[in-house]
């Protein structure tokens, strides 16, 4: 039941296209969903972050819809630029964000000229 | 604001042999977690400390693996003895207040052979 799912495992997107990456997750207990960007040799850093209490946040060209009742959440890149070519994992928390993140398993995005 | 400080960057052991990884949080943050990320895969979460008390270490192998985080500052994770799949990166990170994020280390790439 801590499982989060993510999908897809990897992503070909054209420069300046939309690229979504989606999440599902089974413990209904769970009030903190973030996404971390991690570039090949380094470690994951927060890139945005929602509670279910809105069903979007926005920040620039990321935005994060989120579905409670489908318990689903997904992450959009408006206008992808090549420098947004790296691993995406969605996350998942208990108690506001104050306990472990249960990951995802990752999605490979490549942003193409 | 200097980041969270990991060493070394890369270490290759034999199975059976034991491997220790030094983290450095950022300064005055009272949390401190250590995952283990498998290729492939996202992040696991192995031990939680809160200051020099632990939080959570149910994912801990504890006959294999320990952890200490003396004076609530540094952190070393030790391994005896290793085994081929321990293979993994092993990030550190650390956070003030968790709606602020962690802040992840570049972690410890270790190889066992």
């Known amino acids: 039941q801590q499982q989060v799912k993510q999908s897809p495992q990897s992503l070909i997107v054209q420069k300046g296209g939309i690229s979504i990456i989606n999440c599902a997750y089974e413990?209904?207990?769970?009030?903190?969903f973030p996404w971390y960007q991690q570039f090949p040799g380094k470690g994951p850093a927060l890139l945005i972050a929602?509670?279910?209490?809105?069903s979007e946040k926005k920040e620039g060209r990321f935005t994060i819809s989120f579905n409670k009742s489908a318990k689903q959440f997904s992450l959009h890149i408006m206008d992808s630029q090549p420098g947004d070519s790296a691993t995406y994992f969605c996350?998942?928390?208990?108690?506001?964000?104050?306990?472990?993140?249960?990951f995802g398993t990752g999605t490979r995005l490549t942003i193409i000229p | 604001e200097a980041g969270v400080a990991q060493s070394p960057r890369y270490k290759i052991i034999e199975k059976r042999q034991s491997v220790a990884f030094w983290c450095n949080p950022i300064?005055?943050?009272?949390?401190l977690y250590w995952y283990q990320q498998i290729l492939g895969q996202g992040p696991k979460l192995l031990i939680q400390?809160?200051?020099?008390?632990?939080?959570?270490d149910s994912q801990l192998p504890k006959d294999r693996f320990s952890a200490e985080r003396l004076k609530g500052v540094d952190s070393t994770l030790k391994i005896q003895p290793a085994k081929l799949e321990d293979s993994a990166v092993y990030l550190c990170?650390?956070?003030?207040?968790?709606?602020?994020?962690?802040?992840f280390g570049s972690g410890t790439r270790l190889t066992v052979v």
């Open positions: 990170a650390s956070s003030l207040e968790f709606r602020d994020g962690y802040t």
């Open positions: 300064s005055g943050h009272a949390t």
């Open positions: 400390f809160q200051n020099n008390g632990v939080v959570d």
């Open positions: 413990n209904t207990a769970f009030d903190y």
């Open positions: 929602i509670r279910p209490d809105v």
């Open positions: 996350a998942a928390s208990l108690n506001f964000g104050n306990e472990k993140l249960t």
